[in-house]
């Protein structure tokens, strides 16, 4: 299942129906606007991926811009990556570590790391698969599960925004662990990854 509007209707209203704190979360936020990005390639996606990490997503994106303009397209592909060295992607303002994670991504995928048939695979059978690159872990691979692939039952349980909405939300203390996510978000099955947006958008909406 993929998160077309007529899944996004029927999600939200699950939700209000299991869920008063994401009834009143849905009803300030207003209708999901959820949409996966499929432009480029999966391989393109996770090179974006890569860059975004630990910086600002203005830094990553004048370096994935540089980084595009090297290579002369905008979702640059193994063989583009494969023929940079290691002088000209420091020049464009990666890290040595993620020089490091892109050749490890470049080489995988060079030697048969199905990016193509992931599309077929489950959650965890995805997060396995892309979890054996350097420098993604599970976060990284739940985020293309949720923005890549579309996948509606997704809760990325270690994300800070996640967490911290649902600290809010929920009036706890403290920043909730795991454990207890994954209890209060049991009902919100089979649509998680809504469940998700909706937190993420209750924080920036408290920022407005």
């Not at 997704?154 to 939300?169: C, E, S």
């Amino acid at each position: 299942m993929r998160l077309d509007p007529r899944h996004l209707r029927a999600a939200t209203r699950h939700l209000r129906r299991v869920d008063p704190v994401l009834a009143a979360l849905i009803t300030r936020v207003g209708p999901c606007r959820f949409a996966a990005d499929r432009r480029g390639t999966p391989y393109s996606a996770l090179v974006e991926s890569i860059l975004y990490q630990q910086i600002t997503g203005k830094a990553a994106a004048a370096i994935h811009g540089r980084l595009t303009a090297l290579v002369g397209r905008v979702h640059p592909r193994p063989q583009d990556v494969a023929a940079l060295s290691d002088a000209q992607l420091r020049g464009v303002g990666l890290s040595r570590q993620k020089v490091a994670y892109l050749r490890d991504l470049t080489a995988r995928v060079q030697d048969g790391l199905p990016l193509g048939r992931l599309s077929r695979l489950s959650d965890e059978a995805v997060i396995l698969a892309l979890t054996q690159v350097k420098g993604i872990g599970r976060w990284t691979a739940e985020m293309f599960l949720m923005f890549r692939l579309g996948r509606p039952d997704v809760l990325p349980a270690d994300d800070y925004g996640i967490r911290k909405a649902m600290q809010r939300a929920y009036r706890r203390r403290g920043l909730p662990k795991a454990p207890w996510m994954r209890k209060i978000a049991e009902p919100w099955r089979p649509y998680r990854t809504v469940a998700c947006w909706y937190l993420w958008r209750s924080v920036d909406a408290g920022k407005a």
